[in-house]
């Protein structure tokens, strides 16, 4: 076995620890309103907007973020995001606005998802978009 098939096992073995470890946590009735209210399908380009708004905010202020954030702020550019980047900060948004366990656990399973799926391309929009998510929906100290 060569040095990527264990790499690639290993990235396989840690996955599915990681999803034995959180019980999933299915939405009420709550949630699915919520998720209602909130769709993705057919407002992908509302959400487009938006992120491309919060992007500019973002660089506009990044002096105020964490170091090893500023960077991935200053580097993002809104023209490199996908449509699952836009789906990862339409997941991050519910989970702001809503922080309900369901939402919150599903924000942070597609967010470890995303930067996992960048393979440590450090300088993708995909990875530095998921980093600058996972830093704002933690808890400031």
Do not use: C
Request: negative net charge; hydrophobic residues 30%; proline residues 4%.
């Amino acid at each position: 076995m060569n040095e990527d098939e264990n790499d690639i096992t290993f990235e396989e073995t840690e996955e599915k620890i990681e999803e034995k470890a959180e019980e999933e946590i299915l939405p009420d009735n709550e949630d699915l309103a919520i998720e209602e209210k909130m769709k993705l399908t057919g407002e992908e380009e509302k959400w487009q907007e938006k992120l491309s708004h919060e992007i500019k905010n973002w660089k506009a202020n990044a002096s105020n973020y964490a170091p090893e954030i500023q960077k991935y702020i200053r580097d993002l550019k809104s023209e490199d995001l996908s449509p699952e980047d836009t789906g990862l900060f339409h997941v991050f948004s519910q989970a702001q606005e809503y922080p309900t366990p369901y939402f919150r656990q599903k924000f942070n399973k597609l967010v470890r998802k995303q930067i996992r799926e960048s393979h440590g391309d450090y300088e993708s929009a995909a990875y530095q978009l998921a980093k600058i998510l996972e830093s704002l929906s933690q808890p400031e100290e």
